[in-house]
């Protein structure tokens, strides 16, 4: 009720919510008052929730935050929340994002953007959360649920988190089941929780786990207690640091808040390398060539037959013409051009095919690191701090916009686990995080590591 209550006093200003769900939430809560009284409690048990509007929900809309699929109620949960119900957590409401997940400061959603609760010291310019989970990210940073999930394809998990003082980790691709997660791309998204601390984190994502046999890409091996690993030390963990990862036009506190969680990891006994990761500067090209190429075929069943939106048309083929123009924003309609561009005949083998040679080597890079006795790598999360809602620099270039990515991607590219983690403030008084990089299905280093930074 209290969470309830914020919502209700909080959400106009910030729009982290686009759907609340009271009477869910309190029939939820009462199951889990008798199943505490009945000693029955899960491990989540009546924990509020924010649910980012990409996770199918039974009964709830679930729109992506597209207005094509306005009005959509799945006929099933998807596996992530499915998870978190069986151990107990209570639903809040779905949170805000970039339609279909496609930005990084939660701009492109049909509802509007997602107000970032932080403020630049002695000022009123209204901020970023980052995106494209900006709601969850929101919503955990002003308090409107106790976590919420999220999902990343490439940083959307761990730049809000960074954007907004909070905990964001994206697990080992395979981890958590993309079933009835609305598809993006498919070879790159995970879901995974943003939280306020690393222990909830921990908490968080050992319930979102499983392997599943409605996706065939979940990997059967066994979740570990991720909280056991918090308060271990760190002793003779040994971090890389990639040079390739101080890229020109990054922030100098950014570049400072990096050399401080250096110092606090070699102070708690961690060994710190440098290591090489050369083929870094290939990997945000390579990226937005592969993902929207999976999301030009994902995006592609949104017809106005089967789900949500439709508009009227003379002959069918002019039905899909105008349900598409009229249902997709621009930032989505980018993604579909360019995708179907690089999957064209003519030119799969300049670009798609090129950038899946680049996606081998940037895995390569990292495998190399691993191989040398490297246990986790340590960057920057993002290349700034919050910036300004409208921003007209990144507003009229796309690829400023795409330059947030710069740290997250290669981690998706290479299937990795990776987790932001709030490093201090810059001097203007706004959050700015730290990413850890693990190896395949080693999220306990990073929330072992990540709690020494928090
Ligand atoms: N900002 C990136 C993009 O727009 C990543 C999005 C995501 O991780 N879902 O593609």
Redesign the pocket.
Known sequence: KAYLGAIEAANPAINAYVTVTPEKAIEMAEVADTRIASGAAGPLEGIPLGIKDLFATKGVHTQACSHILDGFKPEYESTVTANLWRDGAVMLGKLNM?EF????SNETSYYGAVKNPWRQDGSDMDLVPG???GGSAAAVAANLCAAATA???????R?PAGLTGTVGIKPTYGRCSRWGTVA??SS??QAGPIARDVRDAAIMLRSMASVDEKDTTSVDIAVPDYEAAIGQSVKGLKIGIPKEYRVEGMAEEVDQAWTNGIAWLRDAGAEIVDIELPHTRYALPA??IV?PAEASSNLARYDGVRYGLRVPGKDIVDMYEKTRAAGFGR?VQR?IMIGTYVLSAGYYDAYYLRAQKVRTLIKRDFENAFNAGVDAILTPATPSSAFGIGDQEMASDPVK??M??IF??TV?MAGLPGISVPAGLDHKGLPLGLQLIGKPFDEETLFRAGHVIE
């Open positions: 970039d997940a496609m930005g990084s995106g494209s989970s999902t990343d394809t490439g940083g959307s998990i730049q993006f791309a790159l998204d990226y937005y993902a930032e993604r916009m795409y947030q990515d997250t991607v998706n």
